[in-house]
């Protein structure tokens, strides 16, 4: 990833691929953003640009973002020993479907920490204690083994 300051105008946040295109997300100092595509043969030269709306920019950043982190989730027990990810349900017979995250007391009960919300095919990354939870939700926790196994007792039995 690569910034480009772009003076008066606002901000470039570049991502070279791995087939060696560069794909730019320009944010203007108007709160505008669009979407830039490079020519291969000249780095500088934007071949096309889309422009994006608020709710067109939080689609895609749902995406890509929804996919990537539960991917990167997935990852971190390779990285950190002792340490895991897990999806746990909200059930409907759960006590803290329509509750709010914080009711839970879950980092406290257990140390474990609630890093997502998936509902349906959304995202809520980092919920706050004021986060509702639903039934049907999948909580996305990391925490020691025992720590998770408890997570899971306090959202079925509270």
């Not at 689609?59 to 997935?74: F, I, K, N």
């Not at 479907?97 to 809520?124: M, Y």
């Amino acid at each position: 990833m690569e910034k480009v300051d772009l003076p008066g105008i606002g901000v470039r946040h570049d991502v070279i691929t791995r087939a060696g295109r560069r794909i730019g997300v320009v944010s203007y100092r108007d709160g505008a953003r669009e979407i830039a595509l490079f020519g291969v043969d000249d780095p500088d030269a934007s071949a096309d640009s889309v422009p994006l709306t608020d709710d067109e920019a939080a689609a895609l950043a749902d995406v890509l973002g929804a996919s990537l982190m539960l991917g990167q989730l997935a990852g971190i027990r390779d990285q950190a020993a002792g340490l895991f990810t897990e999806q746990l349900l909200i059930s409907a017979g759960s006590p803290y479907a329509g509750e709010k995250l914080g009711a839970t007391k879950a980092r406290s009960r257990t140390s474990t920490s609630i890093v997502a919300i998936v509902r349906g095919p959304d995202v809520i990354p980092s919920p706050t204690p004021d986060t509702p939870l639903e039934a049907g939700d999948t909580l996305i926790a990391v925490g020691t083994r025992p720590g998770l196994d408890a997570l899971a007792r306090v959202l079925t039995d509270g």
